[in-house]
């Protein structure tokens, strides 16, 4: 277990801090405060920009000589490049310093984003996307493990909070930014922004983020690595092609077959290896650990699909303009910075298993309510119901984000973070894959096309399916990650006085 103390004040927290690890530089308590917000900088940049082509592929297509259909095989690019490198995030940050690969990763994300502008052919846009996509491969893991090992405990899920907001309102606010920035400006402007973006952030992260030298990693696992990035790269570009195709169907389903045969494969060299690039046996060793991937996964499944249904819905079967469709999304994307002022209080207040059980119900419910509206309902109640399911859903990403860390040794902190960024790419790709096969059986049973009752029937299949995600934590004890959440000590707290 990572064992962080906070004291009330800032000097006794910079002597518990400095003690729980040498290699970590002591900040100052300001800049404490800040680290989460330094790394949800770098963090939001990355996370808009994989949605923020999305409503620019047309004015792309036309600019570059290609077809908007094929364009899509760019934004599949982009996240096969983090399938194949995320699970080597750990080990390059406990070789050469999480900060310093950080860093990197923001600057060849950066050089990723100049090369997206001054593309001229399909071949050079999705080769761009794809080095874009291995400098975000880093910045997602590394976060979490900086903010992990430089976080006090008490302190983790206050620091979650700020940490998944980009993951939540970086896909609702790429489509109306790109929408924007093409119609009124050009749609290169989509890819500069992050050129002063990227420069805020390596120059802020050099100044705030405590040092984390290096330290001996593991061997690294090459056998391991290869088989890992087919598995996830096939999968994730398997799943991107069914639910996206740009290409013919039987090659998402062969290279879905191959991801799987490669993971099959993977798990059994990772079980006759003694350090496997990602350990499966964390999940035997840390049980919150496990309930936090599970769960989480499966809750992200919503999650993934929402960016895609709701702006289709919205344009096809209400007939509104990408901008528009833009601005209504963005209101999920305001619950969840509300969602922040209210998180710390209630999981000390509760306990992280109510509170996720409860969040997971209710968000998961509220997609559903999603599936009755239709073009006269009132905009005050879709913005309602939006508003609420981003609140929902920060406040258990918030909790699943914290309690995934609350019994992981901190030896094993880079295989945790490696293993939940791959998670969350997965199920994200599900989301999607999940939400396009349901649109798609019920076009072909109304007899074609993506009528307003296909939509209805993919929000409650989505739904249905992320509503799982609440099992896991039904079977935890009520003060599971307590020492995080604070609720052991506010019970015992009568009891002591």
Known sequence: MIHVVAGCTGFPLRLKLNSFNPNVASPEAGSLRIIPLVLAVALFMENMDSTVIATSLPAIAADIGAEPISLKLALTAYFVALAIFIPLSGWVADRFGARNVFRWAILVFMVG????????????????????????????????????????????????????????????????????LTTYLSWHWIFWINVPIGILGIVMTSIFLPRIEPRTPRPIDLVGFVLAGIAFAGTIFGLSVISLPAIPLVAGYIAVAVGGIAGLAYWRHSRRTEHPLLDPRLFSRYRLFRSAIIGGSIFRIGVGATPFLLPL?????????????????????????????????????????????????????????????GPETPHLILYAVLLTTGLLRSMFFTGVNALGFADVEEQDASQAT???????????????????????????????????????????????????????????????????????AKLLKPAEG
């Open 113 to 180: 984003s100049i090369s997206c502008a001054f593309s001229f052919s399909l071949e050079t846009f999705v080769g761009s996307r794809f080095l874009q996509g291995m400098g975000a491969s880093m910045m997602t893991p590394l976060a979490r493990l900086v903010l992990v090992r430089a976080t006090p405990r008490t302190e983790l899920v206050s620091a979650m909070a700020w940490l998944t907001l980009p993951a939540l309102i970086g896909p609702l606010t790429g489509p109306p930014i790109g929408g924007f």
């Open 313 to 373: 819905m919205l344009q096809i079967a209400f007939g509104m303009t990408p901008f528009e469709s833009g601005l209504i999304t963005f209101v999920g994307a305001v619950g969840a910075m509300l969602s922040k002022f209210g998180a710390e209080r209630m999981f000390a207040g509760f306990g992280f298993p109510r509170v996720l059980v409860t969040a997971a119900i209710a968000g998961c419910l509220s997609l559903g309510v999603i599936g009755f509206f």
């Open 418 to 488: 490696a293993i939940s960024a791959v998670s969350q790419q997965l199920s994200i790709a599900l989301g999607v894959a999940v939400a396009g096969g349901a649109l798609e059986l019920s076009a072909r049973l109304a007899g074609g096309g993506l009528t307003l009752e296909a939509f209805h029937f993919a929000w409650f299949v989505v739904a249905g399916v992320s509503l799982l995600s609440a099992i896991p934590f039904l079977k935890l004890p009520p003060d599971a990650g307590s020492d995080v959440s604070g609720h052991r």
